[in-house]
């Protein structure tokens, strides 16, 4: 009889994709396409409202 108690492997270290860091490139490029959705989402947000006043200005 084993009575070692079993250890649960760490999954932030079993895991293959866990331990590789993206290149410092795509990480670039990933922070730059969260920058450029954020800005867009902002300027969207920013023209709804504008419209949304220039209506109820005009009722």
């Known amino acids: 009889m084993n009575s070692t108690p079993k250890q649960s492997p760490d999954p932030a270290s079993s895991s293959p994709s866990a331990n590789s860091t993206p290149p410092r490139r795509c990480r670039r490029r990933s922070v730059a396409r969260h920058f ?3 800005l867009s989402y902002g300027t969207g947000l920013a023209l709804a409202s504008l419209l949304g006043y220039w209506v ?3 009722l």
Request: hydrophobic fraction near 35%; avoid cysteine; charged fraction near 15%.
């Open 56 to 58: 109820q200005q005009l």
């Open 36 to 38: 450029v959705r954020g």
